[in-house]
Structure formats: structure tokens, C-alpha cells
């Protein structure tokens, strides 16, 4: 049987992550390419045809392999045209891109948010594997989420469905959010969150710890570096760890508590910490969750990296352009 490849497009505001892949979800060959924001990001779907085009090439393969192109992009996505209503960092502000990526392809494409693609592909070939009831959450520069509800993604009225960033975790006094609230969980359980967490907890006390002699020497810290502090033992980490997981696991657990998800899939770089990031999460996860919610669900750190959303597109590829016309 002639085998056909899905394409995965994971839009990012620096990169661009294209990948083929399988009906089977296996990555056949990944590539990634600059993110190209002159003139409002209008030249971004040419970029992306003509790397598909010179790929092929490369692999000395045609445009009849491929079946069509899944993507995800930051920001809202209009669901009933595929177009972005806004990407501040690429530029765009109602921004067609279903239509113009299948002008320049004659692919059939379909879109959805990033953060949910994420999900997706970390429900089909990650650690969610096997789960159709899952949360994702990803913890980067900011705090992305995904909700999955019987194999199908929460997109909901109007495209903002799993905006777990925003869910509101200090209710007076926090600082403010990019999406213009306040005390958004994303300033709070962000790399940047618990960066501003722990450089106010240094000038706030005087708690002995290895990490005010870094700031005070570079004016700068990381959450990684926090998260090394707290392996170590620092009294000063360990507080704003316990900190941070204490507002995520209260936010985690009154989404379960309404949803009632088999796994919660944890992703992104501060991710990478761990066990020292999951297991005071799962204390206070478990505090605040209805115990029968608790039972049923296991929590994980997320397992694709950088791959989750190629996959997670390629999903939507298979799903959308496949199964609809069966």
C-alpha cells in the first residue's frame, strides 16, 4: 500500500517546526525553519510551502504524498474559517491563515490553538496515551492549556475553550496579566512567575540562600535555577515552589473537580524539573480534589517536548481531512 504523510506545523514566534508523519503518528523527517514577522507576518505561508516544497524534494518525494496540513497557532482561532484573530507576536490581527496556507500549498488545512495541539498530541502518542479525559498544561514564558473530553478538544463559544492561564489565582492585589487581568495563574506558575516570586521573596526577607548571591551578581535568575536551589535544600526555593505548586495544584483541581480527566499531562520547560515540581503539585493537587476525582486521576509529566505539537497537528490532519470524508 502506497503510504501517505500527514504534515505538522507547530507556529511558533520564533521557529517554525514542520514535521511528516505516519498515519501511524511516526515521525518520518522533522525540519524547522526562522519565523519570518516582516510586514506582519504576511510572508509566513509562503515560507511554509516553499519549505514543504524544497523537503519533498529533498527526500525525492512529490506533493501527492502528502494527505493535508494540520497547524497550530497562537491565539484565538476563528474555528469556522481558520483564520487568527490575534498573534501579537507574529503580527497578525484577523489573519486568514487556513485560507492563504491552502492557496499556497493546494493542501486542504485545518488550524487550531497551539496549546491544544499540544494536547492532542500528547493524548495520541505521549503521555496522555490512551486517555480520551485529560487536562494539559504547559508551563513556559507563559501558562498554555489544552482540555480534552472524550477524545474531542474544548474549543468553546468562541474559540477560547482551555485558557487555564487565565484562570484567576490571587483575587486582590496580583500583578497584572498580558491579557489584562490580574493574578492570572500564567503570573504566578510561569517560568517569568516564579522568576518575580522569588526575586520578591529576596527582597522581602532575609532568608539565608544561594540564590541572592546570584541575583545580587547578575541581576538576573532562572526557574531553573530556582528549582536547583530547592534540590539542594534552600529554605528561600522551596518556599516559592511550595508557593507556586500550591496555586497551580488549586487550579488543576478545580478543573478536574468539573471535569473528572483520567491524566493531567504537564508540559513545557519548567516542566523539565520534574519530580521537584510534581511531587509538591500532587500534595496540594490532592488537598483541594474531590476524592472520588482523585482517584481516578494520575498526573504526569509531559513526554514529546518539542515534538507535542507537530504530532498533535498531524492528529488534526489525520482527524479533519481523513475520517470526515470517509
Known sequence: MYEKWLVGVDLGGTTIKIAFINQNGEMIHKWEIPTNTREKGN??????????????DELGQNKNKLIGI?????????????????????????????????METSLPVIVDNDANVAAIGEMWKGAGKGAKDLLCVTLGTGVGGGIIANGEIIHGV?????????????????????CGKTGCLETVAS????????????????TPSKLREIYHEHQSLSSKLVFEAANEGDEL???????????????LANLANGLNPEKIVIGGGVSKAGDA???PLKEHFT?????????GVELAIATLGNDAGVIGNSWLAKKKL????E
Open 43 to 56: 510572508h509566513i505561508p509562503t515560507d511554509i510551502a516553499e519549505s514543504i516544497d524544497q523537503t519533498l
Open 70 to 102: 494540520g497547524i497550530g497557532a497562537p491565539g484565538p482561532v476563528n474555528l469556522k474559517n481558520g483564520s487568527i484573530d490575534v498573534a501579537v507576536n507574529l503580527g497578525w490581527e484577523n489573519f486568514h491563515l487556513k485560507s492563504l496556507l491552502e
Open 158 to 178: 468562541n474559540g477560547a475553550g482551555g485558557e487555564i492561564g487565565h484562570i484567576t489565582s490571587i483575587i486582590e492585589g496580583g500583578v497584572h496579566c498580558n
Open 191 to 206: 517560568a517569568t512567575g516564579i522568576v518575580r516570586l522569588t526575586i520578591e521573596e529576596l527582597s522581602s526577607t532575609r
Open 237 to 251: 526555593a522551596n518556599k516559592v515552589i511550595d508557593e507556586v505548586t500550591l496555586y497551580l495544584g488549586l487550579a
Open 277 to 279: 515540581l510534581l511531587a
Open 287 to 295: 488537598r483541594f480534589t474531590f476524592p472520588r476525582v482523585a482517584q
Open 322 to 325: 481523513i475520517n470526515d470524508h
